[in-house]
Protein backbone atom coordinates (compact mmCIF):
# COMPACT_ATOMS: atom_id res chain seq x y z
CA UNK A 1 0.00 0.00 0.00
CA UNK A 2 1.17 3.28 -0.79
CA UNK A 3 1.19 6.01 2.07
CA UNK A 4 0.62 9.48 0.76
CA UNK A 5 1.10 12.74 2.43
CA UNK A 6 -1.63 15.97 2.07
CA UNK A 7 -2.10 19.39 4.28
CA UNK A 8 -5.50 20.58 4.60
CA UNK A 9 -7.53 23.19 7.03
CA UNK A 10 -9.66 22.11 10.14
CA UNK A 11 -12.68 22.96 9.60
CA UNK A 12 -14.15 21.48 12.72
CA UNK A 13 -12.62 19.63 15.80
CA UNK A 14 -13.62 17.75 18.72
CA UNK A 15 -12.51 14.90 20.97
CA UNK A 16 -13.49 12.01 18.51
CA UNK A 17 -12.97 13.26 14.88
CA UNK A 18 -12.67 16.17 12.81
CA UNK A 19 -13.24 17.76 9.50
CA UNK A 20 -10.47 18.97 6.98
CA UNK A 21 -10.98 21.03 4.47
CA UNK A 22 -8.48 19.80 1.44
CA UNK A 23 -8.17 19.54 -2.53
CA UNK A 24 -7.75 15.56 -3.35
CA UNK A 25 -9.85 14.23 -0.16
CA UNK A 26 -9.66 10.39 0.77
CA UNK A 27 -12.42 7.92 -0.14
CA UNK A 28 -15.06 6.33 2.61
CA UNK A 29 -13.48 3.86 4.66
CA UNK A 30 -9.37 4.88 4.43
CA UNK A 31 -7.39 4.73 7.66
CA UNK A 32 -5.46 7.90 7.87
CA UNK A 33 -3.14 9.25 10.44
CA UNK A 34 -3.77 12.72 11.58
CA UNK A 35 -1.66 15.16 13.31
CA UNK A 36 -3.24 18.69 14.13
CA UNK A 37 -1.15 21.65 15.19
CA UNK A 38 -3.11 24.56 17.32
CA UNK A 39 -2.09 27.63 18.10
CA UNK A 40 -0.61 28.86 20.89
CA UNK A 41 -3.63 29.89 23.73
CA UNK A 42 -3.34 32.53 26.61
CA UNK A 43 -0.17 34.84 27.17
CA UNK A 44 2.09 31.95 27.02
CA UNK A 45 3.44 32.37 22.70
CA UNK A 46 6.00 29.66 23.30
CA UNK A 47 3.67 26.89 24.19
CA UNK A 48 2.32 25.39 21.57
CA UNK A 49 0.49 21.94 20.90
CA UNK A 50 -0.28 19.12 18.94
CA UNK A 51 -2.86 16.32 18.36
CA UNK A 52 -2.17 12.80 16.82
CA UNK A 53 -4.10 10.14 15.64
CA UNK A 54 -4.96 7.06 13.64
CA UNK A 55 -8.19 7.42 12.04
CA UNK A 56 -10.84 6.55 9.18
CA UNK A 57 -12.52 8.45 6.89
CA UNK A 58 -16.50 8.82 7.57
CA UNK A 59 -17.44 11.57 4.55
CA UNK A 60 -16.93 12.81 2.10
CA UNK A 61 -17.99 16.79 1.25
CA UNK A 62 -20.38 16.79 -1.56
CA UNK A 63 -20.88 18.63 -4.67
CA UNK A 64 -21.84 21.88 -2.63
CA UNK A 65 -19.88 22.14 -0.19
CA UNK A 66 -16.35 22.88 0.27
CA UNK A 67 -13.78 20.04 -0.39
CA UNK A 68 -13.03 17.91 1.99
CA UNK A 69 -13.14 14.75 4.69
CA UNK A 70 -14.48 13.71 8.23
CA UNK A 71 -12.45 11.28 10.18
CA UNK A 72 -13.02 9.54 13.31
CA UNK A 73 -10.07 9.20 15.68
CA UNK A 74 -8.87 8.70 19.33
CA UNK A 75 -6.39 11.85 19.55
CA UNK A 76 -3.15 12.17 21.88
CA UNK A 77 -2.12 15.52 22.74
CA UNK A 78 1.43 16.45 22.62
CA UNK A 79 3.39 19.44 24.01
CA UNK A 80 5.48 20.96 21.34
CA UNK A 81 9.03 22.09 22.47
CA UNK A 82 10.31 25.32 21.29
Same mark, same amino acid.
Given at each position: ??????????????????????????? =????????????????????????????? =??????????????????????? =???
Amino acid at each position: MMKKERLGRTRDLSISGLFVLCQAPPS =VGTAVDLEVRLPSMGGDKTQRLRLEGTGK =VIRVSGPKEPTGFAATSAFVLHE =VEN
